[in-house]
C-alpha cells in the first residue's frame, strides 16, 4: 500500500495550492480518507476528511472555508485544494487512510496508510 501526497510548493499569502494523494495497492474508494499537517515543533493536526463516495467531509475549524477536499475515485486520488492561504497553513501536508468508510474523524488513530507528506510554505 502506498499513498502519494504531491502539489505542495511555496507561494504567497492569498495564494493557492492543490494537494494530491494518489494510493496504489488499495482500493482507496473504500475508506475514508484524510489530510493531516505537521508544522515545525507541533502536533501532526486534522486538517480535513472525505468519506468513500464524497458526500459526506469534515473541516478543521481553522481551515473551513478556505479548503476543499474532494476525491476521484476512478483515479483512486484525492485531493486538497486550498485557497487563501495563511503563514500559518506552513506545514507538512499528509494524506491518510481510515479504518472506516464513513467515520469522518479528526482523530490520528484513525488512520493508517500515511503518504510520506508534502511541503507547503507560505510566505508574507
Known amino acids: 500500500v502506498q499513498l502519494q501526497a504531491s502539489g505542495g510548493g511555496l507561494v504567497q499569502v492569498g495564494g493557492s495550492l492543490r494537494l494530491s494523494c494518489a494510493a496504489s495497492g488499495i482500493t482507496f474508494s473504500s475508506y475514508v480518507a484524510g489530510w493531516f499537517r505537521q508544522a515545525p515543533g507541533k502536533e501532526r493536526e486534522f486538517v480535513s476528511a472525505i468519506n468513500r463516495v464524497g458526500g459526506g467531509t469534515r473541516y478543521a475549524d481553522s481551515v473551513k472555508g478556505r479548503f476543499t477536499i474532494s476525491r476521484d475515485n476512478a483515479k483512486n486520488t484525492v485531493y486538497l485544494q486550498m485557497n487563501s492561504l495563511k503563514p500559518e497553513d506552513t506545514a507538512v501536508y499528509y494524506c491518510?487512510?481510515?479504518?472506516?468508510?464513513?467515520?469522518?474523524?479528526?482523530?490520528?488513530?484513525?488512520?493508517?496508510?500515511w503518504g510520506q507528506g508534502t511541503q507547503v510554505t507560505v510566505s508574507s
Open positions: 491518510a487512510r481510515s479504518r472506516t468508510a464513513w467515520s469522518l474523524s479528526g482523530g490520528r488513530d484513525a488512520y493508517f496508510d
